[in-house]
């Protein structure tokens, strides 16, 4: 079982920066891709950006040039850097983690119990 403890979310105005973090924890596992979704009132869950092992990175259209996704690979953790935030980014922000036991062939999904950002004036 792959643990995840998300942090950094919390209130910002307009034009702010937030770093939001996602640790993964657990035994005898290897994880693949790391990414952040994100859920606004009202609205489906949708991809914000999502990192392989490699370092390759995927964004959301509504977020490139804004929102930068890192991961430290000896510390099994993913960082989602937010820039010129707008009120359209208020959402719960959750964190994915593709991962295997070791020894498995079953990559299975695992969700961070989310962290709120909210952007207003």
């Known amino acids: 079982q792959v643990q995840l403890v998300e942090s950094g979310g919390g209130l910002v105005q307009p034009g702010g920066s937030l770093r939001l973090s996602c640790a993964a924890s657990?035994?005898?596992?290897?994880?693949?891709?790391m990414g952040w979704y994100r859920q606004a009132p009202g609205k489906e869950r949708e991809l914000v950006a999502i990192?392989?092992?490699?370092?390759?990175?995927n964004y959301a259209d509504s977020v490139k040039g804004r929102f930068t996704i890192s991961r430290d690979n000896a510390e099994n953790t993913a960082y989602l850097q937010m820039n010129s935030l707008e009120p359209e980014d208020t959402a719960v922000y959750y964190c994915?983690?593709?991962?295997?036991?070791?020894?498995?062939?079953?990559?299975?999904?695992?969700w961070g119990q989310g962290t709120q950002v909210t952007v207003s004036s």
């Open positions: 657990g035994r005898y596992f290897s994880i693949n891709e």
């Open positions: 994915l983690t593709v991962a295997r036991q070791i020894g498995s062939s079953s990559w299975d999904n695992y």
């Open positions: 990192i392989t092992s490699g370092g390759a990175s």
